[in-house]
């Protein structure tokens, strides 16, 4: 997702600062490392200094009576959603105890309270607001746990700005909702000349699909494009909703990716190959002989995940050389 650029410089447009990409911890579904891919571009928000009140429009507020209120500037707030943001986006990718998650999940509940409270405050940002605050606001909705949000953000994913559009992206991934119009999100995926938003976007697609989301053709073709994908994290993503989507047609795509010389799409293609032989009888032997055959190609951590794999597969331990599973996978229909 895009970084949040510098306030306060106007007239021309300074470096982005980037962190890795904010995404949920692992599903059990995808309990695997490859699920944290497209972290290989993306930021959440950057380390940028305090925004200065100077730099916001004051946000008019009324009572029920419509008497107005004292002014409550926005900036404030977008700093310290900023500073949650990156915190939160810290943790999310290297939470390694108990302690991290709860650390974690504190500050989701903090980040959902302090957007619900200011939530149409930050949706009059998010349209209308310099690019700064909408990069910002497009990212805190994503905490919103609303549906409020849905609408809002599916506009932003037609702003000028790419980190915009990407921050709006992972929001729609972050709030995962069944009931999401994927339209517009594919055609990120397929055709957004930067590389952020294909990746947030087949992120978000992906954690949307995973939610049991109606799908047909136009996802499975987005994703069977997007495996070619120069991007190794579209690659990774999409390999991963071929398996969801038990794509049987790709299997020998994914098993080519298996030499992808980038680990995480391969090993990505492994766990979708998994899914599909696992949860098809029919294609358990197709599966099984595409990762077997691979073995001798690779090393590293993508053969250790091929490796678990095949004994998920199998249920069975036919040991590290390749010779034995070649041995097992033939024997299947």
């Known amino acids: 997702m895009g970084g949040v650029e510098t306030p306060g410089l106007r007239?021309?447009?300074?470096?982005?600062?980037?962190?890795?990409e904010v995404m949920s911890a692992p599903s059990p579904l995808l309990p695997w490392p490859v699920v944290l891919c497209a972290a290989l571009a993306l930021a959440a928000c950057?380390?940028?200094?305090?925004?200065?009140?100077?730099?916001?429009?004051?946000?008019?507020?009324?009572?029920?009576?419509?008497?107005?209120?004292?002014?409550?500037?926005?900036?404030?707030?977008?700093?310290?959603?900023?500073?949650?943001m990156r915190n939160w986006t810290t943790l999310a990718l290297t939470a390694s105890d108990p302690l991290d998650d709860r650390r974690r999940e504190a500050l989701e509940s903090d980040l959902?309270?302090?957007?619900?409270?200011?939530f149409d405050e930050l949706v009059a940002e998010l349209e209308a607001g310099p690019p700064s605050n909408r990069q910002v606001a497009a990212m805190a909705l994503g905490f919103s746990a609303t549906d409020r949000a849905l609408s809002p953000l599916l506009a932003a994913l037609h702003d000028a700005r790419p980190e915009v559009r990407s921050n709006a992206l992972t929001a729609l991934g972050l709030l995962a909702l069944r009931d999401t119009p994927l339209e517009r999100v594919r055609e990120l995926v397929e055709s957004d000349p930067h590389e952020t938003v294909r990746i947030q976007g087949a992120l978000a697609?992906?954690?949307?699909?995973?939610?049991g989301a109606p799908t047909g053709d136009?996802?499975?073709?987005?994703?069977?494009?997007?495996?070619?994908?120069?991007s190794p994290g579209v690659r990774s993503e999409c390999c991963l909703i071929l398996g969801l989507?038990?794509?049987?047609?790709?299997?020998?795509?994914?098993?080519?990716?298996?030499r992808d010389p980038t680990p995480l799409p391969a090993a990505a293609a492994a766990r979708s190959l998994q899914m599909i032989?696992?949860?098809?009888?029919?294609?358990?032997?197709?599966?099984?002989?595409?990762l077997a055959s691979s073995l001798d190609d690779v090393d590293g951590n993508v053969r250790q995940t091929i490796l678990k794999c095949l004994m998920t597969m199998s249920r069975s331990n036919f040991g590290e050389r390749s010779e034995g599973w070649i041995e097992w996978a033939n024997r299947l229909p």
Do not use: M
């Open 11 to 20: 007239g021309r447009d300074p470096p982005v600062a980037r962190l890795p």
């Open 46 to 84: 950057s380390s940028t200094p305090k925004p200065k009140k100077a730099d916001y429009a004051p946000v008019e507020r009324w009572d029920e009576d419509r008497v107005r209120l004292p002014e409550k500037p926005i900036g404030p707030l977008l700093a310290q959603l900023d500073g949650l």
């Open 112 to 118: 959902r309270y302090r957007v619900s409270k200011r």
């Open 205 to 211: 697609l992906r954690k949307i699909i995973q939610t």
């Open 218 to 230: 136009a996802e499975l073709e987005t994703a069977r494009n997007g495996i070619l994908d120069p």
């Open 245 to 258: 989507l038990r794509d049987e047609e790709s299997i020998d795509l994914l098993g080519q990716l298996l």
């Open 277 to 290: 032989g696992t949860e098809d009888s029919r294609q358990l032997g197709p599966t099984a002989r595409a």
